[in-house]
């Protein structure tokens, strides 16, 4: 396979950390993305298992950040080619007492932010004739969850994007996918409540919690070269709590 330049988002920890790990183990080199400067854990991890990474700091809410981060990219090693929205953020809330800054804190990282670098990305993807892009949105985006309206809106949103640039660019060599997984362990979910991981395992037809690593193969796949057949798919990593949705 060829050896292409990816960006992922959120590259700092949990799923996008082990996302990096995976395309930079597949042979890219491997920009890493993060609102802080932790992506350089993960650029270090990467290098010393001798595997090519780059941290870049951006806010991808902001769109000026992540251009900036674009032009660090090109210009170390030129356009990206594979990109994976990784990077999101929960401010939970029943939805009458949600504040305006917890909605727009939330549609901001996990929908704007892939709008940004999608508009970035693309027009240099256009004249390559090839790209990939894959959006990880979540199990509450196709089901919903109560305290998560933000959230699944966000991640129901991602789906809506993906397929319209899905349409817009398949003439053009590009595929976009979204992942949706369900409970993974990370941070995130380590902020969850004390009781929320037995429900959790009791109701995951799996009978447990994915890990980041198992969300990474599948982003992997869609990202490579014989997944170019797939584009403005769903794929839940779940465990089966979707079944298939
Ligand atoms: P995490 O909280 O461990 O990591 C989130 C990453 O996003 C961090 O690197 C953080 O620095 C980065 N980030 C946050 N805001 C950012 C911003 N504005 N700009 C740039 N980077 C930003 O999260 P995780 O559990 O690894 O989740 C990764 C993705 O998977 C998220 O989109 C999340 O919604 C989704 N997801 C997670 C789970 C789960 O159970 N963990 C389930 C479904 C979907």
Redesign the pocket.
């Known amino acids: 396979m060829s050896a292409r330049v990816a960006l992922v988002?959120?590259?700092?920890?949990?799923?996008?950390r082990a996302i990096a790990s995976e395309l930079a183990g597949a042979g890219h080199r491997v920009a890493c993305?993060?609102?802080?400067e932790?992506?350089k854990e993960t650029q270090a991890e990467i290098e010393a298992g001798g595997g090519t990474a780059l941290a870049v700091r951006?806010?991808?809410?902001d769109a000026d950040a992540v251009d900036a981060a674009f032009g660090e990219i090109e210009s170390t090693w030129g356009p990206v080619e594979i990109l994976v929205n990784?990077?999101?953020?929960?401010a939970d809330g029943l939805i009458a007492r949600m504040s305006d800054e917890h909605w727009n804190d939330v549609l901001r990282?996990?929908l704007t932010?892939a709008f940004h670098t999608i508009r970035r990305a693309t027009p240099k993807m256009m004249r390559g004739r090839w790209g990939r892009i894959v959006n990880?949105?979540?199990?509450?985006g196709q089901a919903g969850a109560p305290g998560q309206a933000n959230?699944a809106a966000a991640?129901a949103g991602l789906l809506g994007l993906s397929r319209s640039i899905a349409r817009e660019l398949a003439p053009r060599g590009i595929t976009c996918n979204v992942v949706?997984?369900?409970?993974?362990v990370?941070?995130?979910?380590d902020a969850m409540p004390a009781d929320w991981r037995a429900v959790m395992e009791a109701t995951v037809p799996l009978g447990r919690l994915g890990s980041?690593e198992e969300v990474a193969a599948v982003v992997a796949f869609l990202c490579s070269e014989p997944a170019g057949y797939v584009t403005g798919a769903l794929v839940p990593v779940d465990g089966g709590l979707g079944m298939g949705h």
């Not at 951006?58 to 809410?61: E, L, N, P, S, T």
């Not at 990880?136 to 509450?140: A, K, L, Q, T």
């Not at 990370?186 to 979910?189: C, E, F, K, N, P």
């Open positions: 988002t959120g590259a700092s920890r949990g799923i996008g993305c993060a609102s802080s932790a992506a951006a806010d991808v809410g990784n990077a999101g953020i929960t990282t996990n932010g990880v949105s979540s199990v509450s959230y991640k949706a997984p369900g409970p993974i990370t941070a995130m979910t980041p």
